[in-house]
T-cell receptor, first 113, second 109 residues
Framework: EADIYQTPRYLVIGTGKKITLECSQTMGHDKMYWYQQDPGMELHLIHYSYGVNSTEKGDLSSESTVSRIRTEHFPLTLESARPSHTSQYLC????????????FGQGTRLTVV | GQQVMQIPQYQHVQEGEDFTTYCNSSTTLSNIQWYKQRPGGHPVFLIQLVKSGEVKKQKRLTFQFGEAKKNSSLHITATQTTDVGTYFCAGPGANNLFFGTGTRLTVIP
């Protein structure tokens, strides 16, 4: 079982609220990722990190921001949630860049009303 | 930009029938990975292929990497209801791992 955890699993929140989605891994992986996925659809990379104090935007433009102050922790923040942010957010980590498997958290299903 | 397309997007099969999904990259890949995502779940790693023309088997699943390392396939023999889910291939990008468009498999009992 992968040691990567996301909280909360489900979140329903009102428009305009600030939210932070938590992601933690205990595998000591340098590489971490955030993907956005609508039900049954593609995975879109929105943020990734090489390691501590490194963050990059992914292929899909996102109004969210991320931080990487500690190796094990990679939170994602939305300053002002909107209904268009309703989606599932998946956090992942890997030991290497793309030659080792990625481990995914169970995801946070976000609904903005 | 780098793209990985999968076909078909959806596949409905009767239990016991075979299933194949194809993954095509616009560029040569150093390796390719396959993941399975059950309905309501998260992607789980299945396998990685590295060598040109490589074929690997996991019970009823057969994975193949093309000679040119630009395409790959996953074949399931005699599908079961436990095979239901979305199958993604994934390839290395410049700085990250990017996923194909996925094939959603439905198995009718």
């Amino acid at each position: 079982e992968a040691d990567i955890y996301q909280t909360p699993r489900y979140l329903v929140i009102g428009t305009g609220k600030k939210i932070t989605l938590e992601c933690s891994q205990t595998m000591g992986h340098d590489k971490m990722y955030w993907y956005q996925q609508d039900p049954g659809m593609e995975l879109h990379l929105i943020h990734y990190s090489y390691g501590v104090n490194s963050t990059e935007k992914g292929d899909l433009s996102s109004e969210s921001t991320v931080s990487r102050i500690r190796t094990e922790h990679f939170p994602l923040t939305l300053e002002s949630a909107r209904p268009s942010h309703t989606s599932q957010y998946l956090c992942a980590s890997s030991e290497g860049w793309a030659n080792t498997e990625a481990f995914f958290g169970q995801g946070t299903r976000l609904t903005v009303v | 930009g780098q793209q990985v397309m999968q076909i078909p997007q959806y596949q409905h099969v009767q239990e016991g029938e075979d299933f194949t999904t194809y993954c095509n990259s616009s560029t040569t890949l150093s390796n390719i990975q396959w993941y399975k995502q059950r309905p309501g779940g998260h992607p789980v790693f299945l396998i990685q292929l590295v060598k040109s023309g490589e074929v690997k088997k996991q019970k009823r699943l057969t994975f193949q990497f093309g000679e040119a390392k630009k395409n790959s396939s996953l074949h399931i023999t005699a599908t079961q209801t436990t095979d239901v889910g979305t199958y993604f291939c994934a390839g290395p990008g410049a700085n990250n791992l990017f996923f194909g468009t996925g094939t959603r498999l439905t198995v009718i009992p």
